[in-house]
C-alpha cells in the first residue's frame, strides 16, 4: 500500500480536495468540449490540424501534473512520496488488496508486459495482428504521417505519466485522507467510476473500458506503493496504437494527409486513447 500520512493539516487537506474537485468535474465537461472541437478541426484541416491538438494535450497534460505535484510539494506534512512518486522497493514483498507479490513476481510482471508487447509488434509485422475492434472510435485521433506518429508516441507518454500522477496519486491520497477507514475495493471502485466518467465523450462503452482499465492501474498502485509500474502500464496501453496495422506504416509524410471524417468518434487529448 502507499505510505500516506494519518492526519495531514487543515490547509492541505482544503488545497488537494479542491484541487481533485476540480479534476473530477472540469474533465468531462472539458473532455466533451475539446472532443467536438477536435474532430472538427481535423475534418477541415487534416493532419495539421490533428498535431496542433497533440501538442495542446500535452501541454495541458503537464499543466495539471506540475500544479499538483507542485501543491504536494509546498504544502505541510505530504510530498511527492505520498503522491506515489518514489523509488519501488523490491527488496520486500508488496502486499495490499489482500494480493502478496513477491519482488521477483513484480519483475516479471513488468518483463512479461514488455514481452508481450514485442510480441505484439512482431505480429503486426508479419501481418498475423488484426485491427481492434474498437478501432472506429479511436481513429480520428491516430496520426496519418511519420511526424504524427512522434506526435502520438508523445501524447502517450504524457497521459501515461500525467493521469497516473492525478487519477492515482492524487485522488488516492484525497479519499483516503477523508475516509482512512475506506475498504480498499471500495477505493478501487469509485476512483475506476471517476476515472470512467472523465470519459463521458466516449459514451458507454468508452466509459467501461476506462473504468475497467482505471481500477486495474489503482490496484497495482495499491499492491506496489509506487506509481512507476502503473505509469509504465499506462504508457503501453496508450502506446499499443501505435501497433495498429493501419498505422504500422504511414503512406506519407505530407501534413496535409488523410483528413478524418466529421462523423467518427474519437477520444480526447489526456485520456487512455486506446485502451480507455
Same mark, same amino acid.
Given at each position: ?69 507542485? &501543491? ?22 508488496? %502486499?495490499?488488496?489482500? @494480493? %502478496? ?13 514488455? /514481452? ?25 485521433? /491516430?496520426?496519418? %504521417? ?18 497516473? @500522477? ?10 483516503? &485522507? ?34 475497467? &482499465? ?5 490496484? /497495482? ?17 496508450? /502506446? ?16 496535409? &494527409? ?19
Amino acid at each position: 500500500m502507499p505510505r500516506l500520512p494519518s492526519d495531514l493539516p487543515p490547509v492541505t487537506i482544503v488545497v488537494l480536495v479542491v484541487l481533485a474537485v476540480a479534476l473530477v468535474l472540469s474533465e468531462p465537461v472539458v473532455g466533451r468540449a475539446q472532443y467536438r472541437h477536435f474532430l472538427a478541426e481535423v475534418a477541415d484541416r487534416g493532419e495539421p490540424a490533428r498535431l496542433r491538438h497533440y501538442a495542446r494535450w500535452i501541454a495541458q497534460g503537464w499543466a495539471w501534473a506540475v500544479l499538483v505535484t507542485g &501543491a504536494v510539494v509546498v504544502l505541510p506534512e505530504v510530498g511527492l512520496a505520498e503522491l506515489g512518486l518514489r523509488r519501488q522497493d523490491l527488496n520486500r514483498p508488496l %502486499t495490499g488488496l489482500g @494480493i %502478496t507479490l513477491s519482488p521477483s513476481m513484480l519483475s516479471g510482471f513488468a518483463i512479461g508486459l514488455v /514481452l508481450g508487447v514485442v510480441l505484439l509488434a512482431v505480429a503486426v509485422r508479419r501481418g498475423r495482428s488484426q485491427d481492434p475492434p474498437n478501432l472506429e472510435a479511436v481513429r480520428p485521433m /491516430l496520426p496519418t %504521417t511519420r511526424r504524427g506518429r512522434w506526435g502520438w508516441a508523445g501524447v502517450s507518454v504524457t497521459a501515461g505519466i500525467t493521469e497516473e @500522477i492525478l487519477y492515482r496519486g492524487l485522488l488516492v491520497l484525497v479519499v483516503t &485522507a477523508l475516509a482512512p477507514d475506506l475498504p480498499p475495493g471500495l477505493l478501487v471502485l469509485g476512483l475506476a467510476v471517476l476515472f470512467g466518467l472523465a470519459h463521458w465523450y466516449q459514451g458507454r462503452a468508452g466509459m467501461l473500458s476506462t473504468g475497467l &482499465a482505471g481500477a486495474l492501474l489503482t490496484g /497495482l498502485y495499491l499492491v506496489t506503493g509506487s506509481l512507476l509500474l502503473p505509469i509504465l502500464v499506462h504508457c503501453l496501453i496508450d /502506446l499499443r496504437a501505435l501497433l495498429i496495422p493501419s498505422v504500422v506504416a504511414p503512406p506519407t509524410d505530407d501534413p496535409e &494527409a488523410v483528413p478524418a471524417s466529421p462523423g467518427s468518434r474519437s477520444v480526447v487529448p489526456g485520456h487512455d486513447p486506446v485502451s480507455t
